[in-house]
């Protein structure tokens, strides 16, 4: 402290300190424990720096502090010395006058969703500030040794970029080149022409939620949602609010009794073959009723300030009764397990195990599986992966000019969102508006709402605009995650190796909510052994009520957990067959056979994929495994063991059955044009998706990207588009997009071919507005097309799919015999997802999906919320956790009817390749595990298993 007088004046507890910021001195004020971020952010209004998980972890706070990086977040504003150089992300360049990191970030395609971008800027700087030369391998040991996280990126483009810096400011790359990289009238489909938004979230200047926060009107409230610490199943008795009430700053503190609508948010929506829909989710919790999981929200206290909601929060009393918790999806499904919805009105009396589905295919294969030369009977489970994002759940409402209660949040699904809340809020959807949120990722989490009925709550009550936040470990502890599945699979082969038939039971822990819950399981009869031939087949799946976390979307939705199990039972067949598990997987492959009747031509729900490119695939990824197996056999030691795996995964690019799209165009009177819609954007790239397609579609205009603008994701101003989710939006909202601006075209065209300008449009009084439609179908040999209908409920029948992708997944792992800790070394994805609009996206999608599924197979789980909840514990892969040597060979099959034969991309990554990784375990050392994650433990106890 004596110290600390000597370098700064003290003033009323405060220490105000003489500081350079971005090159200007500045006398700065702020109460010695708060952070430099806190300063920073909340002070300085200095938003590019971000606040994620606030605990050292990820790196998204990074600022220069004399020349050093630093976590901003946990530096505390009175070690900052006195006369600090401070460089925050912007002082380091605008748009008009980029570094060359930042140029770097944006032609190397290392921005998604922009969130840890400043923080991977100004750590990279710093390095390059001290050496212009840095291996990769010094740059991955940089990032590493500075906690740096991205969730979407899968980190080599940020190497990529921090190498390409480096090579400009050595002098060896110009700038002025990389600015002439895209010349107008080039393509920009089919191109790697950077997304619109990288410049703005090189330079921090793209605004997330907690950033506006900063900015909003001062009459803003905050409100906090009030959840009991550890409690997962109880009996509600009393809810006493009374204390809280009184705190200081606190405006009103609301229960389920302020709720004016139903409390029951509606779950299933968009599915045409639902036989649930959700309604047992409440918005706040009833006396009388129980809690069901932790993070159900008690009561949302409303006040002046966050610490005032928060300390007031403290005072909220409840008297409940525990009751035994149902945790995993084992216990739940006992014969004798209490009922998670016994007491529940409607669905009373329940059973855990619940929403049956079963598909079908030939005859019952039991007894052909028990009586073939070659069989697997076992069980396998997936975990209930964590979507780990950075940036934590926030948002903001008020009350429009029309009156609207309109939510701004990182919603991904910004019309259903409306569908949910509506009833259970007691609004009619029309008096509700929607805005998404620039958005730190999602993954999936918001396709389902999370505050926004909270924020509804709190404004409906109060009357005054509120802001709502939850720090990270809350948000850690209160959002869905992936369900976990459990399996069990029985295949057979003949003699020379051909499967004979294929069997599955699968139990889907979905937590204590039905929201979605066909679909996702669905998902298990869909996929199971989809990219192979037989003639029978046999799944049922149930969705399994538990006290654990409620389970929402998550990239791939539903495909890891089947693939995991249906990849790692088809390596085990291989072996028993002694066949090679890639020649093994090329033989079996389906029989491709679209519209007949040849079940071994068909998926599950007995159709046919629009193409069927995986043969020519296989051919492609052969040598390369060849390859990869050599290396691994050179590399091996007994002390560490070296093995390749290969898995093969399918998945969907739309939503389950009828699904549809809008999106509109205007012409405007500079000759441009501008875009509605509601392709939501977690970070994927849904502005370049937009504008890839929109410029492609108006060649004939000759427009450049610029002049293609976008107005997205209101819902009073832009059509439905549907969920960015199901990897949908490239072939729905694109095939939409082309449909808005033919009709544009059709209209402007003369008849001599010319088109017309804006001001002839309006001479001649012909509409300069278009809406575009797409409506998923698929297209028979004879040109006839049929829409897309949902999985009957008995037998799996329909075609719940018009697109699909495809991926052929190779890992080379490596296997500490001492430590039993497993590291893929090199990954290797051979994909399909149809015509690329744009690589520098299809890429970044690829490897950050891959990196997630490398993660999913080593590290990555959400046990107990009381540990698990930060990004350590969770297993977050950081940089040296993820390979460096990844490889994408992209297979282009154009699909007869996607936007000009593109596919999605975005969840083909994450299907497969923890299963590519598993089976590369095995074949390193011999430890087949069948749980994820594949931790030491349970290496170690798979090879004492197979020495018994
Ligand atoms: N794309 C392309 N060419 C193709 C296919 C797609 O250039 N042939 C581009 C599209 O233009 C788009 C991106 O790839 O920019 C993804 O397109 P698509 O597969 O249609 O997926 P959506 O836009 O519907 O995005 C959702 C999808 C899902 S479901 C999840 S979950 C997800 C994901 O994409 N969450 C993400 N990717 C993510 N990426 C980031 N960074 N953050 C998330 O939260
Ligand atoms: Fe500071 Fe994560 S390291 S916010
Ligand atoms: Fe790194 Fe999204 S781009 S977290």
Redesign the pocket.
Known sequence: MAKEKTEAQLAGGYVVKKLTVNGVPRRVIGKPEVTLLTVLREQLKMTGTKRGCNCGQCGVCNVILNGKVVRACITRWKSVPEFSQITTIEGVGTPENLHALQWAMIVCGAI??GFCTPGFIMCGKALLDENKNPTREEVRDWFGKNWMACR?TGYKQIVDAVMKAAAILRGEEKIEELAKMYKPGDKVWNSSYPRPSAVYKATGLWDFGDDDRLKLPEEFLFAYPYALEGVRHAKVNKINISEAEKCEGVVKVCTYKDVKGTNRLRGQVGCDSAVTDGWERRIMVEEGDKIRQWGDIVAVVVADTEEHARAAAQKVKVDYEPLPELINVREAIKEDAVSVFDDCPGIDGMPNAWNKRCFTKGEDPHDIITNAAHKIDDEFYSSRQPHMVLEADCGYAYYDDEGRVTIHSKSCAIYFAIVKLARAIGLPPSKIRIIENNMG????YKTTVTNEQYLALALMTTGRPVYMRVDMKEHNQRTPKRSPSLMHIRAGADAKGKLVGVEGTCWIDHGPCSESANDLTNKSGQFFFSPYAYDDMRVTAYTIWTNHRWSS???AYGSPQIYWGVETAMDMLAYECGIDPFDFREQNLLEWAPFTDNPRGQFPSGYAPEVFPLPEMMKKARPVYEEMKKKAKELSTPEKKYGVGVSVSIYN?NDDGADESGSNIELLKDGSVMIYNT?ED?????D??TV?TAHEALRPLNLSPEQIKLYMNDTARCPNSGA????????MTGNAIVDSCNKLLDAMRKPDGTYRTYDEMIAEGIPTFYEGKWQAKIQRKDGSVESCCGNDKDSGKGIPFAFHMFAVNLALVSVDMKTFKAHCEQFVLCGD??????YL??DG?QY?GVAQGIGLALTEDFLDESKYHNFVTMGFPYIKDITDDLTLIHSEVPRPLGPFG??????MPLSGPHAAVGNAIYAACGARVKTIPAIPSRIKEALEEMKK
């Open positions: 998604q969703c979407c990722a999602s993954f999936g979307a998550f990239r690019a392709w977690h970070g994927q790239g849904a370049m998706g890839g960015a989710a199901a990897s949908r939006s490239q072939t997802v149809g015509v690329i609009n744009n996206v299809v999608q950050g593109a596919s999605g991309t975005g969840e």
